[in-house]
């Protein structure tokens, strides 16, 4: 009898990958009760296994290490398929640039494993592990309260909100602070006599937790009314899942960046939702903010 995971063909015949023939199931609790620690033992593996590829997943959600992992599982489908449909020079190509992944690999996650071992390094790794820290409904308030006021004075501003990841890399370009989020306090650090206002106020949950912080670039190419400020919201977003909030000191107007998108002429009303939404569940803000834009808003996909 044939088994019925002989999947994979080669040139002289069929390729078993997995081969169950004569195996005997015998029930889990009659073996776990002869050998209740070893049991056990692999029980607490195969949980703390599925907890860190859980905490990974968690790490690369919503940033470029995500996209890449995306494209990654694509190769190996078509790297696949063309072999189960007999595409052999596609597949030879295919094969032979899988033996460069692992290199390439590190070399494309390299900013994110960096930030991995420098949070395994810190004594505040194991308080992380509990999850976000959580923003509470008043400093929504303060937040959508002192972008407006900056809004209205023409004040530019450039303000990121962490959500799962932090942003600890950035942070360390700034100076540290440990100030309650306020309206007063966000006017104070983005005034244009402040030695803080032109770098990013980092948010951590009720927290203003640095300012003055330098933020990476994108690459993107973006309307010619954008410049540094928006080009350095949109580039952190393809870095991590933060979501930051830009007002122009030209126009005035309040834009929002998250994905490495970034949408313009947000109410104040808009903002309040979506900082909601965000921070309750980032997948639904994405597809209020980028899904169903109004006739007056102006969306901006790079």
């Known amino acids: ?13 069929r390729l078993s990958l997995f081969d169950f023939t004569g195996l005997k199931l015998e029930p889990f609790w009659t073996k776990f009760a002869e050998e209740p620690t070893a049991r056990l033992i692999q029980i607490v593996d195969i949980l703390l296994v599925a907890y860190v590829a859980y905490r990974l997943l968690i790490l690369v959600r919503g940033s470029r290490a995500w996209r890449i992992l995306i494209g990654i599982f694509m190769y190996v489908v078509v790297w696949f398929v063309s072999g189960q449909l007999g595409l052999k020079t596609l597949h030879f190509i295919l094969d032979r640039a899988l033996v460069l992944g692992p290199v390439a690999l590190v070399i494309l996650l390299l ?6 071992l420098e949070g395994i390094g810190k004594i505040g790794f194991l308080q992380d592990l509990g999850g976000r820290e959580r923003t509470r409904a008043k400093t929504i308030e ?16 450039l ?3 962490e959500r799962t990841r932090r942003l600890t890399d950035v942070e360390s370009t700034g100076y540290q602070l440990d100030a309650l989020v306020s309206a007063p306090a966000l ?25 003055a912080c330098q933020l990476p670039l994108t690459e ?8 540094l400020r ?5 580039g952190v977003t393809e870095h991590s899942d933060a979501m930051v909030i830009v007002v122009s000191e030209e126009r005035g107007t309040i834009s ?17 939702e979506l900082l909601r939404e965000a921070l309750k569940s980032p997948s639904s803000a994405k597809r209020k903010l980028f899904g169903q834009s109004k006739k007056s808003d102006e969306e901006i996909p790079v």
């Open 142 to 157: 303060e937040i959508v309260a002192g972008v407006a006021e900056l809004s209205a004075g023409h004040t530019g501003a």
């Open 187 to 211: 006017n104070q650090i983005f005034f244009n006599k402040s030695p803080f206002h032109d770098g990013a106020a980092i948010l951590r949950g009720d927290r203003i937790v640095a300012v």
């Open 111 to 116: 900013p994110e494993l960096r930030q991995a």
């Open 230 to 234: 928006h080009r350095a919201a949109v």
């Open 220 to 227: 993107q190419r973006l309307p010619t009314h954008m410049h």
């Open 256 to 272: 929002v960046a998250s994905d490495g998108r970034i949408r313009e002429a947000i109410s104040p009303a808009d903002l309040r």
């Open 159 to 161: 303000i990121v909100i």
């Open 1 to 13: 009898m044939h088994s019925p995971c002989r999947l994979l063909q080669s040139g002289v015949g």
